[in-house]
């Protein structure tokens, strides 16, 4: 069968679909950069530019829509405007209905973020089931993570799936479910991991050698004491604080209320007003959206790290004196698994929220935010000849902590380890691979729809 692929990227539809026998006879894709790259992957394929200035008449005839419609206007890390995005991307939405009843493909295949269903109360994802439906389409969803198939990779996403009714209002989706992720099934980031690996490598720098080295001090003392971490984020400004937060928010209370307490990490809040005071707190309790009082899992968070304090303050006391000297987000801790105390056996993430700690089932979803690329502190003394930016050999210093992921992992992952990626640089890649569709779930999913449809 014919497919055409929107909003194309790296081309994972392409590769989905091509492995199942179809032909790609269209696709379309805004960056110029990523054009030139679809065109030397799929040189058979006629790739074009923004699809809002492309004809309907103008794309050739298909069976398979296939479209990883952009996501920003529904995702977490956007601003989730959906179809009042100020961008005008929610509306690209309305070029894949534009082309569905111009064309009538018999089948379509969409993917979006996780969220969608939930954006807006619901509303967006009515509107997108009420125009499908109108245009003739039976369509199923779901959402699904590649490690349900046991790749390594931590990324839910949303599922669309389609078929046109015939004249007697039938369609074959009423033999179509989307296939149960198999029981018990064993993921493992080592797999995708290539030890040998020396292009372009991106040790853990070293300023964060002495962070990692002072949180995995208390983790071994936290855990020596008592057995276990806490699951619970740390929130070290808590250490030693003592302002009170359970009726009213610091930031609403009266200036004699606040003046004398101890504020980020137990140091006592002074000034002649209410600036002064309020800029000695915890960052998260200088502005606040909530003037009557906190939500009580934010009150419980509070106390539980006082509590945590309190237990081992007899070595935190002289341990925060290093923590006082990090970033903001490197003051943060959170521990993601309850198996070996040993971070140099997980994998890390330095995310805004904190540091975040996950073990080896699987990589945390690649982001478009570079600074958050999964960390492989497992990873030994890079391979013989591998050299930094300026040509320098790396030392073992350089590697103490382990390094990022390389792209060539992230693409394997992602299951676009066959891919030439050109000249696209490190940034580039890993924004690419964060938007684009996992072929092997994609893959999954296409035989399944297109097999019912026979």
């Known amino acids: 069968m014919k497919f055409i692929d929107l909003f194309a990227g790296l081309g994972g539809f392409h590769l989905a679909l091509s492995r199942l026998g179809h032909e790609c006879v269209f696709a379309s894709e805004i960056q110029p950069k990523l054009q030139k790259l679809y065109q030397t992957n799929f040189p058979h394929t006629p790739i ?30 956007g601003k989730k405007q959906g179809f009042d995005d100020e961008l ?104 995708i991991v290539n030890f040998s690996d020396n292009d372009r490598l991106q040790p853990v720098r070293r300023s964060l050698h002495p962070v990692f ?3 995995q001090e208390f983790v071994h003392n936290v855990t020596l004491r ?21 009726d009213t928010p610091p930031a609403f209370q ?84 309850n198996q070996d105390w040993d971070f140099r056996n997980h994998v890390i993430q330095l995310r805004p929220s904190g540091i975040r700690i996950r073990s080896m089932n699987y990589i945390p979803t690649i982001t478009l935010c570079t600074t958050a690329t999964p960390i492989l502190p497992f990873v030994p003394f890079p391979p013989q000849g591998a050299v930094d930016k300026k040509g320098h050999p790396y030392t073992p210093e350089d590697f103490r902590w382990g390094r990022y992921i390389s792209h060539t992992e992230a693409a394997k992952i992602q299951s676009m380890q066959e891919l030439n990626y050109g000249r696209l640089s490190r940034v580039q890649k890993f924004k690419a691979l964060g938007n684009a569709v996992n072929v092997d779930v994609v893959e999954i999913i296409a035989r399944r729809l297109l097999a019912r449809g026979k």
């Not at 809002?52 to 995702?75: K, N, V, W």
């Not at 619970?232 to 937060?245: K, L, N, R, S, V």
């Not at 009580?296 to 070595?315: C, G, M, P, S």
């Open 48 to 77: 074009y530019g923004d699809i809002t200035q492309i004809r309907e008449q103008d794309i050739p005839a298909h069976d398979i829509l296939c479209g990883g419609f952009p996501c920003q206007p529904f995702s977490f890390s």
């Open 213 to 215: 080295d002072a949180w």
């Open 254 to 337: 009266p200036i004699e209320r606040l003046r004398g307490r101890r504020g980020a990490f137990g140091q006592v809040l002074q000034g002649n007003d209410m600036e002064e005071l309020i800029e000695g707190l915890p960052f998260y309790m200088q502005r606040t959206k909530y003037t009557d009082t906190y939500p009580e899992f934010k009150k419980v968070l509070i106390r539980q790290n006082r509590d945590l304090y309190q237990r081992h303050k007899d070595w935190i006391d002289p341990w925060l004196e290093k923590v006082k000297q990090f970033p903001r987000t490197q003051q943060m801790l959170e521990w993601s698994t």
């Open 88 to 191: 005008g991307r929610g509306n690209l939405f309305g070029e894949i209905c534009r082309i569905l009843r111009f064309h009538h493909p018999r089948y379509l295949f969409l993917e979006n973020v996780s969220a969608l269903p939930g954006h807006d109360g619901g509303n967006t994802w009515r509107v997108i089931r009420q125009k499908l439906d109108e245009l003739g389409y039976d369509i199923r969803f779901h959402v699904y993570s590649p490690h349900d198939f046991g790749i390594p990779q931590h990324r839910p996403r949303f599922y669309i799936v389609g078929m046109l009714r015939n004249e007697q209002g039938e369609s074959g989706m009423k033999r179509f479910h989307f296939q149960r992720p198999p029981k018990n099934i064993i993921s493992d980031v080592r797999t």
């Open 226 to 246: 008592d057995g276990v971490m806490p699951s619970h984020c740390i929130f070290t400004m808590e250490f030693g604080a003592d302002y009170e937060f359970e």
